[in-house]
């Protein structure tokens, strides 16, 4: 119900505040932790836990992305206005992206409340590091096809 209600909130937002809001991201490191996820490598325990929660910046990070992943659908549903078809399949997309990324960060909290799971909560970072790549990449390509002269404020918010 809270969900709904703040994403009906989000969709009557212009272009410009939704952009805004976006909270930055050291995208660098989020992207060395979800490629290490999605494109696994000879070497697959290059990261240890530590620099894992580092590098996509810690609890702080973490709530950075819960936050812009909303952001991320409202601006993917934003399209519509110019190709409908793609932005309501590319936006479905970002949003089970960010059901992946809430389901992890919602474990990690879990987790580390209950002072369990450590051995998990690396593999719950990686997922929603993973998730948050490719929601920025999902969002950033439907834009650069659709609305190229939005493009470049996006992907510098982002």
Do not use: C
Not at 19 to 32: A, N, Y
Not at 39 to 44: L, S
Request: net charge positive; glycine share 4%; no cysteine.
């Amino acid at each position: 119900m809270y969900a709904h209600a703040r994403s009906r909130k989000l969709l009557a937002k212009d272009w410009q505040s939704l952009v805004t809001s976006i909270e930055p991201m050291h995208m660098r490191g989020l992207e060395m932790v979800a490629l290490d996820h999605l494109e696994p490598q000879k070497n697959q325990l290059r990261l240890e836990p530590d620099e894992i929660w580092g590098l996509v910046g810690g609890k702080e990070g973490l709530r950075r992305m819960e936050h812009n992943a909303d952001l991320m659908i409202a601006l993917a549903a934003y399209v519509r206005n110019w190709n409908y078809d793609q932005a309501i399949i590319v936006a479905e997309r970002i949003r089970h992206d960010s059901v992946q990324l809430k389901r992890a960060v919602r474990r990690i909290r879990w987790n580390a409340h209950m002072r369990r799971g450590q051995i998990r909560i690396p593999f719950y970072v990686h997922q929603a590091a993973a998730a948050y790549y490719l929601m920025t990449k999902r969002l950033l390509s439907l834009y650069e096809t659709n609305q190229y002269l939005l493009y470049p404020v996006l992907a510098e918010a982002l």
